[in-house]
């Protein structure tokens, strides 16, 4: 049995009724309306009566935010509560022919309620006044009364302000941005309209009109006029500021709007710009290049003529075959061939190699014209097999005194470099400082007295090339019967690296392919006969200093003389040992199989009939496993920690 802690948090709840402060004194723009007094029995009036207790806006719901100049407008929607007149009034939750005076005040929205409850029945209301019956007498703070005002802000703001269109109140806008001109506690009359206009603080400038008498429209209890904004209206706005603009309704007036706009002379990093004037496409001189901010706002950059733009550029270049650049060639036997050679940035020269030339390769064979400190490279040399050992002397090739660096010694090479001679060069950052203080390194190699036709540039900081490895055959998943003969052919190349190779089938090492240490890469081939029934993993691992790559191809055997059900787990992602640079690493085993054998045929189920049972290094399982949902065998899992994790899956019918 596990048993867990759990943490009881007691809330203490308190229950607080809505009772009309005492305060009751506010000046007239705070004031909702007035009462004789606090008393049982007030009488009530408009806050413009001459009574002495206030009931006060800002006791209840804080400072009021919008223009107080019109704040006890009604618009026929927003009515708190009917008098019976200005003064010594009766007060009623509805209008008629004796109660025919309105009382209103700002943003906000109430009701009579009419429940037993000190509080609101909506809670997100609040208790400003007490009538005695409907129509009644009008109270402060008297319990007996069981009519309750009760009151909310129909919004936080302005009254007149800008919104996007979620609703919300926004300060900023870009061209092109739709947005409205709001008026909050307007009743929609048809005979109202907005005039939005550019706001120019100074004595200087006049305030620009972009529009007169726009045409709002009712919008549930608010008044609005939509305003796609366009270019030209912030041009027609005059070339000033053309920042801030506001609309103007009903004699009020709303706060500003900055608009902004790509090319207006303000970098606005927040709406993805990265410069703010535009200007025409730059030049630049040969190998160079320049940057200017184009017309969305973004920086840009013009690469002119240079050595890898794939033009030849007459005058300077002989050649350009842009990526293909200091690609070295591989010449028939006897013959030559030419490769272009990128040197720097200001010179493309055509290059030469002989059959019978010296030159750099990687570990597969391949010419190749740069490398990193820490990788393996390999001296090629056709004319030199047949006579055992002798030796590469390496150097840094300089206008003046070569630097002498290292000497390989080399020897006959055997199954593809059979008659041809080679040497391994494992590059060291002492090998590179003998090459002097020079940025961008030229090393060459010379035997027999002939120098390597290509060079090898060192890049400081070059990156490990990772190992290559992969199962051609058989398939995960293919189906096989006992006895068969089957041709396990695998692949595996490092370009800067000697690897080891272990072949396992079953789990169990094949002897007649050995570790094969320090071997070269290429494709290998072993036949091999199934003993065995059941699932057979057949498995590659490679390694070198370094790293480690593994591969898997698990494979059903069927033993023709038993019913039986096989499944195969078929992993597409991750690879095994893969580095994933991220949190989250993203499985997938759809390629996973299922048969059903009868003593006679096979029958294959689908991937809902399967159960996927993952389980990783920290702990946690997948809670899907029915294969019926695509998230028991293809999904993305996140490691919370770096380093050595792991993933197991089991699989089930």
């Known amino acids: 049995m596990k048993f867990g802690g759990v943490i009881l948090l007691f809330l203490g709840v308190v229950l607080f009724s809505s009772l009309v402060s005492a305060v009751g004194s506010c000046v007239d723009s705070d004031t909702i309306f007035k009462l004789y007094d606090a008393s049982y029995s007030s009488h009530a009036g408009t806050y413009l009566s001459p009574y002495n207790y206030d009931v006060c806006y800002s006791d209840f719901f804080g400072a009021y935010t919008g223009n107080t100049t019109a704040v006890h407008n009604c618009y026929g929607k927003d009515n708190i509560v009917w008098l019976s007149g200005t003064t010594n009034a009766h007060a009623s939750n509805s209008s008629s022919s004796v109660y025919n005076t309105s009382v209103c005040y700002g943003n906000l929205d109430c009701v009579v309620d009419t429940t037993s409850s000190l509080t609101c029945y909506d809670t997100s209301r609040t208790v400003i006044a007490r009538m005695s019956s409907n129509p009644g007498t009008l109270g402060a703070s008297n319990l007996s009364y069981s009519n309750k005002i009760c009151c909310k802000k129909t919004y936080d703001g302005d009254q007149y302000r800008w919104e996007g269109s979620s609703g919300t109140t926004i300060t900023q806008a870009r061209v092109g941005d739709t947005v409205y001109a709001s008026a909050q506690d307007y009743d929609g009359t048809a005979d109202s309209t907005f ?325 070269l890469g290429g494709t290998r081939r072993y036949n091999y006969t199934f003993s065995e029934s059941g699932t057979i993993p057949i498995r590659v691992v490679a390694s070198n200093d370094d790293e480690m790559a593994s591969v898997v191809s698990n494979v059903i055997v069927v033993n023709p003389a038993i019913s039986a059900d096989y499944v195969a787990a078929c992993i597409s992602e991750p690879k095994n040992f893969e580095r994933i640079n991220s949190d989250f690493a993203s499985f997938d085993a759809s390629n996973s199989i299922a048969i059903s054998y009868d003593g006679s045929s096979i029958t294959t189920h689908s991937l809902s009939d399967m159960s996927f049972n993952w389980v990783f290094s920290d702990g946690r399982a997948n809670p899907y496993s029915s294969g019926g949902n695509p998230l028991a065998y293809k999904f993305q899992k996140y490691f919370q920690s770096s380093g050595d994790n792991w993933a197991k899956l089991d699989i089930g019918l």
């Open 195 to 519: 005039d939005i206009y550019e706001y120019d603080p100074t004595i200087f400038d006049v305030d620009e009109t972009i529009f007169s008498n726009a045409q709002g429209s009712a919008f549930g209890t608010k008044w609005r006029y939509n305003w796609t904004i366009l270019k030209s209206d912030i041009i027609d706005s005059g070339t000033d500021d053309y920042d801030d603009f506001r609309f103007w309704i009903n004699q009020e007036e709303s706060k500003d709007l900055n608009i902004t706009f790509c090319g207006d002379g303000m970098e606005q990093p927040a709406f993805g710009e990265e410069c703010d004037i535009p200007n025409d496409v730059c030049t630049s001189g040969y190998g160079q290049s320049c940057s200017f901010c184009n017309s969305t706002c973004q920086e840009d950059y013009v690469d002119t003529t240079y050595c890898g733009d794939g033009q030849v550029y007459d005058g300077i270049e002989e050649c350009d075959l842009g990526a293909n650049n200091s690609n070295t060639c591989t010449p028939e036997t006897g013959g030559i061939c030419d490769y272009c050679i990128k040197d720097g940035a200001n010179n493309c020269t055509w290059g030469t190699i002989n059959d019978n030339d010296p030159y750099w390769t990687d570990l597969s064979g391949e010419p190749i014209a740069t490398s990193s400190i820490g990788s393996l490279v390999m001296l090629w040399y056709n004319n030199g097999g047949g006579r055992g050992f002798t030796s590469f002397d390496v150097f840094e090739e300089d206008p003046l005194f070569d630097d002498s660096v290292t000497t390989i010694l080399g020897e006959d090479g055997t199954g593809d470099y059979d008659g041809d001679f080679i040497g391994f060069w494992l590059i060291t950052q002492g090998d590179v400082d003998k090459g002097g203080e020079e940025e961008n390194y030229a090393f060459k190699f010379s035997i027999d007295g002939k120098d390597s036709a290509n060079s090898l540039d060192i890049v400081p900081g070059g990156v490990d090339q990772p190992i290559d490895l992969k199962i051609i055959s058989p398939d995960c998943g293919e189906i096989f019967y006992m006895g068969d003969e089957v041709t396990i052919e695998f692949e595996v190349n490092d370009p800067d690296d000697l690897v080891n190779v272990i072949l396992t089938i079953n789990e169990n090492p094949v002897t007649e392919i050995p570790d094969e240490t320090n071997a």
